[in-house]
């Protein structure tokens, strides 16, 4: 059975970091990512990650200013935010699959994952 549980989520200061957490049990999985949907919005791509060889790849929004990575002795995938806005407010989901094809724009789409996480919510006030 597959699960994936988010932590990490909370009220942050506009400026400040976070870092989300995303434990996996069930796997293995090829892909990981994380999205995020805003309260009357989409939900949307953050970053994903190439579980074997650990290649990444982030939505222009939080590029420059983000890093996804794994810890494979701890099946747990880390996604770190720096430089926080207001308009990171949303609830983060994990997201995990296990195909082997690739590619980076496939995985940025919601619909190329099969298994979510509940969702760990963070405000980031100014």
């Known amino acids: 059975q597959v699960q994936l549980v988010e932590s990490g989520g909370g009220l942050m200061q506009a400026g400040g970091s976070l870092r989300l957490s995303c434990a996996a049990s069930g796997g293995p999985f090829s892909t990981m990512g994380w999205f995020r949907q805003a309260p009357g919005k989409e939900r949307e791509f953050v970053a994903h990650?190439?579980?074997?060889?650990?290649?990444?790849f982030y939505a222009d929004s939080v590029k420059g200013r983000s890093t996804i990575s794994r810890d494979s002795a701890k099946n747990t995938v880390y996604l770190q935010m720096n430089s926080l806005i207001p308009e990171d407010t949303a609830v983060y989901y994990c997201?995990?699959?296990?195909?082997?094809?690739?590619?980076?724009?496939?995985?940025?789409?919601?619909?190329?994952?099969?298994?979510w996480g509940q969702g760990t919510q963070v405000t980031v006030s100014s």
């Open positions: 997201a995990a699959d296990r195909s082997s094809y690739y590619s980076p724009t496939y995985y940025s789409r919601r619909a190329a994952y099969d298994y």
């Open positions: 990650i190439r579980w074997s060889a650990g290649s990444t």
